[in-house]
């Protein structure tokens, strides 16, 4: 064989080791691709609900029955069902008694849970802090919140089973010790605020009033509950508070929108209204692809409505059922950012909070911008069309039926 022979056999070998290579390579990311996407649908199986058929007319023009508030609609029953197993206890001791001593130590917060029954039992409040009568009408709404909310979830998931990772369910949830309350954090239902509570109650600030922005959302002083091994979430998940605020869907959607969009913000300008500008806009100038800046309502929604979107989702405008899991997790208190006033008050008092606490009424950013009002919401949705504004609704119909909002009008 002379040396030309041998270059060639050599040459052949290595192209096709290398195209075996290639091979292998895109079979192995198929196979990551699948189970990832598996794993995906695990984690999000829990909310499968789909709006009912109904006419687009029907579903638009539905509003609150006379006599109830405008942000309510009438709670048809408040039929309580009561365990004396929290599913949360069962499965954790479950999973637990499994592993060996040192294996618990070691794997607790990335154990799954399986076969979770909804809804979770339904606890009563602990009411001997408050004093006075006159939160009378307050616990009575605030009864029937909880009770619609466990309803809700024990008529359309009753006799489904979940798989979802514990530490994912807690993920947003922050952490008070001293009081003994977790709080889900909704983005645009006043959770700024919230935090700043959070740092005073925990004895990290005297006064809500002198905590800035900055550290409040990135001074990292808060402990989120799934940075706890299992036993420790378990632990505070049965034994301590738990509550959430939450918000008109539309509202908190174009409140999210005038504050990432019509702003400048050296985050959300580049990462999502760049993308957003490229995808969805013709013809769109130099400038605008260069910056992100200007994005535009029908834009957003263009994008949100997408299942391709060219960017991932974000916290601001992800529906709450995502975020908080209400149905998985069993909140002592659903306070609304339509009464958000009067709600945080009686909740203090619930919690035991100093009686000097106040909750801050101030806007933590542009606060010479008008509030996102319904009127607001109403002049935004114009931009749509009639089909988009259905969309939309759909996107956050869950939420809708969850808190027992109406459905917008326009």
Same mark, same amino acid.
């Given at each position: 064989m002379?040396l030309?022979q041998?270059?060639?056999s050599v040459?052949?070998?290595?192209?096709?080791g290398l195209?075996?290579f290639m091979?292998l390579?895109?079979?192995? *990311?198929?196979?990551?691709?699948?189970s990832g996407?598996k @794993?995906q649908?695990m984690?999000?199986?829990d909310?499968? %609900?789909q709006?009912p058929?109904?006419?687009?007319?029907a +579903?638009?023009?539905?509003?609150?029955p006379?006599? =109830?508030?405008k942000?309510?609609?009438?709670?048809?029953?408040? /039929?309580?069902?009561?365990?004396?197993?929290?599913?949360?206890?069962?499965?954790?001791?479950s999973?637990m008694s499994?592993?060996?001593d040192?294996?618990?130590?070691n794997?607790?917060p990335?154990s799954?849970? #399986?076969?979770?029954y909804l809804p979770?039992?339904?606890?009563p409040?602990n009411?001997?802090i408050v004093?006075?009568?006159?939160?009378k009408?307050i616990?009575?709404t605030?009864?029937?919140? /909880?009770?619609?909310?466990?309803d809700?979830?024990?008529k359309?998931?009753?006799?489904?089973?979940?798989?979802?990772? @514990?530490?994912?369910l807690v993920?947003?949830?922050?952490?008070e010790?001293?009081?003994k309350? =977790?709080y889900? *954090?909704?983005?645009?239902?006043?959770c700024?605020?919230?935090?700043?509570?959070?740092?005073?109650?925990?004895?990290?600030a005297?006064s809500a009033?002198?905590?800035?922005?900055?550290?409040v959302?990135?001074?990292?002083?808060? /402990?989120?509950?799934?940075?706890?091994?299992?036993?420790?979430?378990?632990?505070?998940?049965?034994?301590y508070?738990k509550?959430?605020?939450? /918000?008109?869907?539309?509202?908190r %959607?174009?409140s999210?929108?005038?504050d990432?969009?019509e702003?400048?913000?050296?985050? !959300?300008?580049p990462v999502?209204?760049?993308? +957003?500008i490229?995808? !969805? #806009?013709?013809?769109?100038d130099?400038?605008?692809l260069?910056?992100?800046?200007g994005?535009?309502?029908?834009? &957003?929604?263009? !994008?949100?409505?997408?299942?391709?979107?060219?960017v991932?989702?974000?916290?601001?405008?992800?529906?709450i059922?995502k @975020?908080?899991?209400?149905?998985l997790?069993?909140y002592?208190?659903?306070?609304?950012?339509?009464? %958000?006033e009067?709600d945080?008050?009686?909740?203090l008092?619930?919690v035991?909070?100093?009686?000097d606490l106040?909750?801050?009424? &101030?806007?933590?950013?542009h606060? $010479?911008d008008?509030?996102?009002s319904p009127?607001?919401?109403?002049?935004?949705?114009?931009?749509?069309?009639?089909?988009? #504004?259905?969309l939309?609704?759909n996107?956050?119909y @869950?939420?809708?039926?969850?808190?027992?909002?109406? $459905?917008?009008?326009?």
């Amino acid at each position: 064989m002379n040396l030309r022979q041998v270059f060639v056999s050599v040459l052949l070998f290595g192209v096709a080791g290398l195209l075996l290579f290639m091979y292998l390579q895109a079979w192995i *990311e198929e196979q990551h691709t699948e189970s990832g996407k598996k @794993l995906q649908q695990m984690i999000n199986q829990d909310f499968t %609900l789909q709006p009912p058929a109904m006419p687009r007319e029907a +579903i638009w023009s539905r509003s609150a029955p006379l006599g =109830l508030s405008k942000h309510e609609m009438a709670v048809s029953s408040s /039929r309580h069902w009561q365990s004396k197993a929290d599913p949360f206890s069962v499965v954790a001791a479950s999973l637990m008694s499994q592993l060996p001593d040192q294996q618990k130590m070691n794997e607790a917060p990335l154990s799954w849970f #399986r076969g979770v029954y909804l809804p979770p039992a339904l606890h009563p409040l602990n009411k001997t802090i408050v004093k006075g009568g006159k939160w009378k009408d307050i616990d009575i709404t605030q009864e029937k919140r /909880r009770s619609f909310l466990h309803d809700f979830c024990k008529k359309y998931n009753s006799r489904k089973k979940v798989q979802t990772h @514990l530490v994912h369910l807690v993920s947003r949830i922050y952490v008070e010790d001293r009081h003994k309350v =977790l709080y889900c *954090e909704v983005p645009k239902a006043g959770c700024s605020n919230w935090k700043r509570i959070l740092m005073v109650l925990n004895g990290l600030a005297t006064s809500a009033y002198n905590i800035s922005h900055d550290d409040v959302h990135y001074g990292k002083h808060l /402990r989120k509950l799934d940075s706890y091994n299992l036993k420790e979430i378990n632990t505070r998940l049965n034994m301590y508070t738990k509550f959430i605020f939450v /918000r008109d869907p539309m509202e908190r %959607l174009v409140s999210a929108f005038r504050d990432k969009f019509e702003h400048p913000n050296s985050y !959300y300008h580049p990462v999502f209204g760049k993308a +957003i500008i490229k995808k !969805y #806009r013709h013809n769109a100038d130099e400038e605008a692809l260069k910056t992100g800046s200007g994005v535009k309502f029908k834009e &957003f929604i263009q !994008y949100l409505l997408d299942s391709h979107r060219p960017v991932g989702m974000d916290i601001h405008w992800e529906q709450i059922s995502k @975020l908080c899991y209400p149905c998985l997790i069993n909140y002592d208190f659903i306070g609304k950012f339509e009464t %958000l006033e009067e709600d945080a008050t009686y909740f203090l008092q619930l919690v035991g909070a100093p009686a000097d606490l106040k909750f801050p009424k &101030f806007k933590d950013r542009h606060s $010479s911008d008008e509030r996102t009002s319904p009127e607001v919401v109403r002049q935004y949705l114009k931009e749509l069309s009639k089909e988009e #504004r259905q969309l939309t609704y759909n996107f956050y119909y @869950l939420d809708y039926l969850m808190f027992n909002y109406t $459905s917008p009008i326009v």
